[in-house]
């Protein structure tokens, strides 16, 4: 599968050698955000309610 912007892409890895580095913001998108993001996330992670995003 290809992305329009792989770049923003990263992999459990990657996250993990770099929770503590503050230039890098991590984002939740899920499909039903709020119950999703509410039973956990990553620490420091940010929400985003796609559905609403996409229609800004």
């Not at 996250?15 to 913001?25: D, F, G, P, Q, W």
């Not at 709020?34 to 996330?41: I, T």
């Amino acid at each position: 599968m290809s992305y329009a912007n792989p770049n923003v892409l990263i992999d459990t890895e990657l996250v993990a050698r770099n929770l503590s580095n503050n230039e890098i913001k991590l984002v939740e998108v899920d499909y039903d955000p709020e119950n999703a993001y509410r039973q956990g996330h990553i620490q420091g992670a940010s929400l985003i309610w796609w559905k609403r995003a996409r229609s800004v």
